[in-house]
């Protein structure tokens, strides 16, 4: 499973040229992962594109479209409208707090916003009940389910209003929360209904002197758990899906207030954990807004200093009905498979049976080989142990046993090669003296080709099984980072899976167990120095890679290593495997010019 290298090379140049291409290749995919991150394409089959000014300035022209007002009315008609309109406003600020099983949101009616979005099931970095509001954002850029328009200064006055709530206190879901206001010609009502799930649905709808307002529904300020995001700029996406078709933008690509009007199954803003995620009611008539801002936070969350701060973007998004009131159903939770499969967007029929939110979770390339593992995982710690990292080991060892055949296929095409080592060298030096490009040396990759068949060896035979299991190692890393069940997740002295291993135990168990895996490996192809070296650099490097990335890792890592070395043990008490060392020891005494005592115990 862990493997890095080929260990049953050809002999030769070609066969150490080779080790060391594998070697820079699979080094490089892996620094790669700390600066490159799974996106989706970001084409979109979006009806039309405009930026936030270009929709300010339509409305004050008057001039964006019959469902966007005029708010700069004449003064007389708006007068008019002003006087016959009833005011409707609280006197004094009030909160109201709706929970189930899963949250406890916390509304107030000062914007009809949420102040408060605690999500009961899982803990923030100090072990509290984790806020998906991030106050520092939110006090700056907007709270939750804010009303976002095009005109800054009405969007500024329905965040400000004191709405008259239909209950305040503390409410259970299933129930439903109103809030309304109204004054100056202005009248809103915000509707917000819950059930026992992660989704809560709104109706918004917005007038001005009787003529509607396009008003969206926002989640302006990113999330709570910014702190605990190793990096957390990268981990923040603007995810839509249109038409099924997904497109997810990395931050510096995000342009505050740009809309996208047309087709919206559903969109968003999510981390590396958690999402905000909206679905339309009418997915055809659909506007999506992306926001970003920057937010600076101090370098060292423990020790904040405001002389040492570092700024970060801070995504939001806003969506709503391109004409009339606003409809739209909110996700805001864990992006947990088992939750997003069964969240669906708005079918052509009117039903909850269109694209789910599971591409929100970002596995990339690998997609589809992390996520058979994840489930394969999940199934383990929900049948046989009820601990992550238990699980992890009990799906390595299976893993690890699976891919058995594999490193005896390599070994078996590693002594086959080794057997017709002399005849390849004749050939080879029959043909030396004609230069790369000479036709004759064609003659030469013949009779290659022709020994090869001969003896029944495959010239990939020893690679290629080192290719299946590559990508098994970068899907295994890529299922760990993203799956929310291993985070804060418990085993042993190691109290998040998710994070890098506090005592970095398991990296220099791993560094150890590699060592000693890649000692008892024979490789009778390779060079005894080269092998001594990689023996030593693959286990460091292996080591480095692990002492900052998840535990889960670290464990899968260690552990397949510790398995494969009894598996080489009982290799090398096997017939195949004593050829195999007992080549290694004469090529290394025909280097040497020594003659050894034994070759090999027997």
């Known amino acids: ?16 040229s080779s080790l060391l291409i594998f070697t820079v290749v ?12 799974p996106k989706h394409p970001t084409t979109s089959p979006i009806q039309s594109t405009t930026s936030k000014a270009n929709a300010s300035q339509q ?36 909160t109201t707090v709706v929970e189930n099983e899963l949250y406890r949101i916390t509304f107030s009616n000062r914007g009809g916003e949420v102040t408060s979005w ?41 965040a400000q209003a ?41 109706d918004v709808s917005v007038t001005q002197n009787g003529a509607p307002v396009e008003a969206l529904v926002a989640w302006p300020a990113g999330f709570g758990d910014q702190r605990e995001a190793r990096d957390y700029s990268t981990y923040q996406k603007i995810d839509r899906s249109s038409g099924g078709k997904v497109e997810s933008v990395a931050p510096k690509k995000v342009n505050d207030g740009e809309t996208q009007s047309g087709s919206l199954d559903w969109g968003g803003v999510s981390d590396l954990y958690f999402a905000a995620m909206f679905l339309p009611e009418t997915p055809a008539n659909s506007t999506f807004v992306t926001l970003r801002q920057t937010l600076d936070i101090p370098k060292n969350p423990d020790e ?13 998004a806003a969506v709503g009905a391109v004409n009339g009131p606003t409809t739209v159903r909110i996700f805001a939770g864990p992006k947990s498979l088992g939750v997003l499969s069964s969240i669906r967007a708005m079918g052509p029929d009117g039903k909850a049976n269109g694209p789910n939110l599971v591409p929100i979770v970002h596995y990339g390339m690998w997609s589809f080989i992390a996520k058979p593992l994840f489930y394969l995982l999940r199934w383990v710690y929900d049948h046989v142990v009820h601990n992550w990292g238990w699980a992890i080991l009990i799906l390595t060892v299976f893993l690890t046993l699976a891919m058995f055949p594999t490193r005896f296929t390599m070994m078996k095409s590693s002594i086959k090669m080794q057997r017709i080592q002399p005849q390849m060298n004749f050939i080879k030096e029959k043909y030396k003296k004609y230069k790369f490009d000479d036709p004759r040396k064609q003659d030469m990759n013949r ?31 890529a299922m760990l980072e993203n799956a929310i069940e ?43 120095a080269q092998q001594k070296m990689m023996a030593f650099t693959m286990p460091l490097f292996s080591g480095f890679i692990c002492w900052h990335y998840a535990s889960g890792l670290a464990l899968y890592w260690s552990g397949s290593n510790l398995i494969g070395i009894g598996q080489q043990m009982i290799i090398n008490r096997t017939k195949l495997g004593k050829e195999l060392r007992e080549i290694q020891a004469k090529r290394a005494l025909k280097k040497k010019g020594g003659r050894p005592a034994a070759l090999i115990r027997r």
């Open 1 to 16: 499973m862990a493997e890095y290298r080929n260990p049953n090379q050809q002999g030769g140049k070609q066969d150490t």
């Open 26 to 37: 699979f080094a490089a995919i892996l620094l790669g992962m700390q600066l490159l991150r």
């Open 59 to 94: 409305n004050s022209a008057g001039v964006a479209g019959s469902n966007a007002p005029n708010v700069t009315a004449n003064a007389a008609s708006e007068g008019k409208s002003a006087d016959t309109t009833p005011k409707v406003a609280a006197a004094t600020q009030s």
């Open 118 to 158: 605690i999500l009961k099931r899982y803990t923030n970095y100090d072990g509290k009940p984790l806020d998906l509001v991030h106050p520092a954002a939110a006090e700056k850029f907007g709270y939750p389910l804010a009303i976002y328009t095009y005109d800054a200064g009405l969007r500024q006055r329905l």
């Open 162 to 202: 004191l709405y008259v709530p239909s209950a305040t206190g503390t409410m259970t879901a299933p129930n439903q929360l109103t809030f309304d206001y109204s004054a100056g010609g202005l009248v809103v009502r915000k509707t917000f209904h819950f059930d026992d799930s992660y989704v809560v649905t709104a």
């Open 304 to 316: 904040p200093k405001t002389s040492e701060t570092e700024p970060e973007p801070v995504l939001g």
């Open 447 to 477: 009779e290659m080709q022709e020994l090869y068949k001969k003896e029944g060896v495959n010239m990939f035979g020893g690679c290629l099984p080192m290719l299946v299991q590559f990508p098994l190692i970068f899907a295994f890393y």
């Open 486 to 528: 291993l985070r804060h997740a418990h085993w042993f002295w190691l109290h998040d899976l998710s994070a890098p291993d506090p005592y970095h135990i398991l990296p220099i168990l791993m560094v150890v167990s590699q060592f000693f895996f890649q000692m008892f490996t024979p490789s009778p192809g390779v060079d005894a």
